[in-house]
Every structure is written in C-alpha cells, then in structure tokens.
C-alpha cells in the first residue's frame, strides 16, 4: 500500500489561490542534486506583489525566484531556471546558500479558473476522495510544451517518466492521499489536537456520542460524526483512517470506540490517559484488546513533558505525524 503524503503543500496552493482574483506563478522544483532544502515535486505560489506561498528553499533562492515569476507574468508563458549551488563560494549566483546542491524548476503562470488551477483542483479532488493522483510535469522543450497535466494514476513506471535527481524531458509526480485522523471523543482537549492536525492540512474526522459536543465551530475544517460509539463503523469508513485516537473521557464511550477499532483496519489506535485506566480498560475488553496489541498506544503521544491541553495536542500530533512519515518516534506511555 502506498505511504501516506504528509506534504500537503498542493493542498495550501490550491486554498491560496482560490482567494485570489489576478494570476500568480507557480514554482515547482522538477529535479535535483545533491543537498536541497526541498525535493521534486515541491511547489510555491508567487504572486504579482511578491507574497509567497511555500517555500523551494530556507529562503536563499525566494528573491530570486520573483525576478523570474515577474517576466513569467509579462510573457504569460512559462520557463525553466536551474541553480546549482554546489561551489562552495557560490560565486556564480551571488546567493551564498551554501547548499551544495542543485535543482531545476518550473515556473508556470496560474490564473483563478484557468486550466492549470483546474487541473490542480481536481488533483485535489481526488486525493480528498482517497484516490491517488498523477501530475505531469513538461519541462524541456518550448514554452508551447512546458507545464503540469493531470493523469490517471499509474503505479508502473512511464516511457519518460523519471524520479527526482534524474534528468528527462517529462518527470511524472505519483500522489497519495493524506493520512486521514480519527478522533473519538470532541472534548475540549480534542480541539486543539484537531486545530494542529488541521494546521498540518491533514484531513481529520471528529466523532461523539454527545450533540452538544459535535459543533461545526469548534472544530473548523473537520468532518464530523454524531453518533454512539457502538455505531462508529456503520457511521465511519474506518478503513480510509490511517489513525484514531480515542479521547472521549468517558469511560464506557471510550471501551466502546476500542472494542470497535480492535475489529478495524486502523494501524494505530491512540489512547488518552494513565496507565491504570488504560489497563481497566484492557481488562474490560477482555478477548479484544489481543486484537489491538501491537497497535495500541497508550498513553497516546511524544514524551515531550507536556502537562497543558495545547501540550498534549502537540505530543499527540507530533506522534501521529512521526508514525505516518515511517518513525516509530518515542511514546509517552507503553505501546500495546
């Protein structure tokens, strides 16, 4: 199965420029060599005044990145610029990055509406859905021929097609979906975790058994599901959730969301609390928390000291994201 994306940076493209009536420039970095801040497929938004959205590098090639979106702008069409910032005086560009590596990037107009953006969009579109997408990247040839297309995913290599460092006329940019968080349990402690994991554009669905709880304006661009939690999988597509943490401070809701997830396909289940009431609730479950061994996390987060809500909510996100970039991190508590 494919990993999870965890750059979201399409995502905050697409939302910038949805606010925005005038054309900008869209930067992608379609190659590289040696060490760079970012990698292919990295993308930034310049807009006519010089506001960025991203960044290709710690911000040693941004300056000059404008000069080069401002004649993108006047022609309307687009172009391909390469640094190669691996002399360690860097005398050729000035910047003195001290980067040592190089990279090729493609500089295309965008407009509010026009093909580029929908492309993009629909991108977009189907990632939110859980489906995998492909961008196509032109970048040698003429103005005419450069710039992204959207294709069907294929996970088989293309006549073409390269991965990032190489060097070929077209560089193919294969997406999958961001990992989609569960949150059971819509406390006051779950909102600023959904704030953070919302910061971090990941896609996050909140559930509770309480009504009074589950309100659109606590937790703002969250998916949210009302409902016992007995109900979840009926309620819930458990298996687009690449985790779920299990918050709801109540004892019998909360067995109840385990029981539940131990019979998922979830990967990590988190689990807010101490160790004695984690164990109560082992017990409880009897013969289905050996179904969760192995991916219970308990108590859920970083071992960062944290003892605020907005302390917890980091150590939580900070795990769920190190779990979905493939590290195992440092859990607070013990995992089952």
């Known amino acids: 199965m494919p990993a999870p994306r965890l750059d979201t940076s399409l995502e905050a493209l697409l ?44 911000g040693c090639l941004e300056h000059d990145l404008r000069e080069y979106a401002r004649a993108v702008l ?22 003195g990055a001290g980067c040592e590596g190089a990279m090729r990037i493609l500089l295309e107009p965008v407009a509010p509406g026009g093909v580029l953006a929908l492309a993009l969009s629909a991108a977009a579109d189907a990632l939110a859905a859980g489906r995998p997408v492909a961008l196509a990247m032109a970048h040698r040839g003429p103005a ?11 996970s088989t290599p293309t006549q073409g097609t390269h991965g990032p460092g190489d060097v070929a006329d077209t560089w193919i940019q294969q997406l999958t979906p961001p990992p989609r968080m569960l949150v059971c349990g819509a406390g006051a402690d779950a909102e600023p975790l959904v704030q953070l994991l919302r910061t971090l554009r ?23 599901s009302l409902g016992s939690a007995e109900s979840l999988a009926r309620r819930i597509e458990l298996g687009g959730c690449f985790a779920a943490v299990v918050m709801s401070h109540h004892l019998v809701a909360d067995e109840g969301y385990l029981r539940v997830l131990a019979d998922s396909s979830i990967g990590h289940v988190g689990l807010l609390g101490p160790r004695p009431r ?29 003892v605020t809500p907005e302390g917890i909510a980091l150590a939580i996100a900070a795990e769920l994201h190190a779990l979905a970039g493939g590290r195992p991190g440092t859990p607070a508590g013990t995992s089952g």
């Open 15 to 58: 939302e910038r420029l949805s606010a925005l009536s005038t054309p900008a420039v869209l930067a992608t970095i379609v190659a590289t060599a040696g060490s760079t801040y970012r990698k292919a497929g990295a993308r930034m938004l310049i807009e006519a005044d010089g506001r960025l959205t991203g960044l290709l590098s710690g």
């Open 74 to 95: 006047d022609s309307g069409e687009p172009r391909v610029v390469e640094y190669d910032l691996r002399d360690a005086n860097d005398l050729l560009y000035g910047i």
């Open 144 to 154: 005419a021929v450069l710039g992204t297309r959207a294709r069907a995913f294929n």
């Open 202 to 224: 990941l896609p996050v669905t909140v559930t509770d058994h309480r009504p009074a709880y589950v309100a659109a304006a606590r937790f703002p661009g969250a998916t949210l």
């Open 278 to 306: 984690r164990e109560r609730l082992m017990a409880a479950l009897g013969p289905a928390a050996e179904r969760l061994r192995g991916r219970l996390r308990g108590p859920v987060g970083l071992d960062i000291g944290a």
